[in-house]
């Protein structure tokens, strides 16, 4: 991860011009110009993207993998030029990327191919990741749904325990309480990079050099830092990292597993059926190795080429700048807030390294109450749980708001926010 503080950040007039390559930036929403401040929940994408995809559908588009012709062959290449661009995006091997629709569907997959090895399912390879009563998985407790439910089913399934590391008042790991519970038993340690509503980043390799101590495996989701953060998947130590492309550029339905190559190959398949085999008898099946033994079915040829070219829009701005822009952002966020009365911020303060991103409460007024006054003036943020209740209710709150920035936002974009805000606070308290 790149220190922010020593990498250049972008310059006012930088941002406006790559602002031009997203129109929807220009749209105006009841009447005021949009200020798109949920970049967290999904970004926005820029023509580069947009022109990829389009440009594969008029010209190449035909099954990858699977035609001797022409225009079968250009289109396996784009397919995979697009996993070498996102392999060297975060320092890993072609065959260590694997195809997902989202990085959901990654952290199950790990998951419910633990549960296959769990029933004996791949051999002697696939034994390391069997699970039982006595075993444990580690989670923490401001986990996004997505990295907390797959393994709350992997442990019923399996009878292994799941427990979890809690937050300080922070917004903060306790670490002191995380080399306590990751111990001899803990086969699965899975943690967020970056959490998606406290704007915390994580000390990944104190936790993996914990997990690793007791031989446990590690999972990273990366979503909120893959799109923010420079991330080198080899140097961080991980096992297997999951991102979304939706999040970083890209459209939906493209997501990204990481794995180490020796693992995916031990590991035994979640999805079966064609493209994934090597040899299929009524009786059996042996199965390609990774990737493609987790890619059954015909894939998202075109999404994953728009995820290369997203790729190829961010390492050309500098995800060190793009990081640095956005821990200014997130530090005028944070102490802007905190400065009108009745608002309290959720997680670390002023002074402590996170992303532009805030989450927060406002005393009286329900976050969804917030998040309509606020879109009555064109300005766009996420209000709920996001998908995140156990760290809300950690917090003593039903839901929160929340403003997420990207490399399009500006500072003047942040002062309208948190004028809306105090605008906001004004109102009701007016009107209780």
Same mark, same amino acid.
């Given at each position: ?182 111990? /001899?038993?803990? *086969?699965? $340690? =899975?943690? @967020? ?5 406290? #704007? ?6 104190? &936790? ?35 991102? /979304?492309?939706? *999040?970083? $550029? =890209?459209? @939906? ?5 990481? #794995? ?6 031990? &590991? ?35 999404? /994953?080429?728009?995820?290369?070219? =997203? ?122």
């Amino acid at each position: 991860m790149t220190t922010t503080s020593l990498v250049d950040s972008l310059s006012p007039a930088e941002v406006d011009r790559l602002r031009l390559d997203f129109p929807v930036l220009g749209e105006r929403v009841n009447g005021h110009p949009l200020v798109y401040l949920d970049s967290g929940a999904t970004s926005q994408k820029p023509l580069s993207v947009l022109d990829a995809e389009r440009e594969y559908y008029l010209h190449e588009n035909a099954a990858v993998h699977r035609g001797a012709h022409t225009l079968a062959a250009l289109a396996t290449e784009r397919f995979e030029d697009a996993r070498t661009t996102v392999a060297r995006f975060v320092g890993a091997r072609d065959d260590e990327i694997v195809w997902t629709s989202n990085a959901t569907e990654g952290i199950n997959l790990v998951a419910y191919a633990m549960g296959n090895a769990s029933l004996g399912r791949g051999g002697a390879a696939a034994a390391r990741f069997a699970l039982g009563e006595g075993d444990e998985i580690v989670v923490t407790e401001m986990e996004h749904h997505a990295n907390l439910l797959p393994w709350q089913e992997l442990a019923a399934r399996t009878g292994a325990t799941l427990r979890y590391i809690p937050l300080a008042d922070d917004g903060t790991l306790r670490l002191d309480e995380a080399a306590a519970i990751i111990g /001899s038993r803990t *086969k699965v $340690l =899975a943690f @967020t990079h970056v959490s998606n509503v406290l #704007g915390t980043i994580n000390p990944v390799a104190e &936790l993996v050099g914990l997990a690793h101590a007791v031989g446990a495996l590690v999972l990273l989701d990366a979503c909120q830092s893959a799109p923010h953060l420079s991330l080198d998947v080899v140097s961080l130590g991980v096992d297997f990292a999951v991102f /979304s492309g939706h *999040k970083m $550029l =890209a459209p @939906t339905g493209i997501g990204v597993l990481y #794995g180490r190559r020796e693992l995916l190959n031990a &590991l035994p398949p979640f999805l079966t059926g064609g493209s994934m085999i090597t040899t299929v008898t009524m009786q059996g099946a042996e199965y390609l190795p990774a990737p493609q033994r987790f890619e059954a079915g015909t894939q998202k040829v075109s999404q /994953s080429i728009a995820l290369g070219a =997203a790729v190829d829009y961010l390492t050309a701005v500098g995800l060190g700048r793009i990081a640095a822009h956005e821990a200014e952002l997130g530090r005028r966020l944070v102490e802007g807030l905190a400065a009108i009365d009745g608002v309290r911020v959720l997680g670390p303060g002023v002074g402590h390294e996170r992303v532009g991103l805030a989450s927060f409460d406002v005393a009286g007024i329900h976050s969804h109450d917030v998040g309509q006054f606020l879109d009555d003036r064109g300005i766009a943020v996420r209000v709920g749980h996001h998908c995140a209740q156990p760290l809300h209710r950690r917090f003593g709150v039903v839901s929160t708001t929340r403003a997420s920035t990207y490399l399009y936002t500006t500072t003047d974009e942040v002062d309208e926010f948190l004028a809306g805000v105090a605008e906001t606070v004004t109102f009701f308290g007016a009107h209780a």
